[in-house]
């Protein structure tokens, strides 16, 4: 996956924007209380969010020196959104949360496959 520059570049910029997002979740600003009052996630739960944004970008991160790491936090990344996306269905939420999930969805899903395809080196 981390076989060239572009490559590294965009696992940069994804891994800042899940460094920003887990800081946005910190201290929730209201636009995310929002959100996760609209899909009815409980308020216990919640300090989940920075542990686990901040831990998917120090992997995006650290994944453009260890390919391994970037394949693994791909995957968990799809996975997270993937759940996003069912909790915005069943609280009927067509919103514009559920259209950026489904397309964080769908961006990490393109890439843990495509990281986890074998390369022609592998053969």
Known sequence: MIETS???RALTLLATFQAVDA???VRPIDYV???LDTVQFPQQGR???PLVKGASAAGLFIGTRVPAIAK???VMLT???SLAVG???RARD???NALAASSLLATYAVLSINALRPSKTDK
């Open 33 to 35: 209380t929002k959100c």
């Open 47 to 49: 300090w989940l969010f």
């Open 87 to 89: 909790a915005h269905a």
């Open 23 to 25: 800081a946005l979740c």
């Open 6 to 8: 572009q490559q590294a």
């Open 72 to 74: 693994l936090t791909l």
């Open 94 to 96: 067509l919103s514009f």
């Open 79 to 81: 996975l997270y959104f």
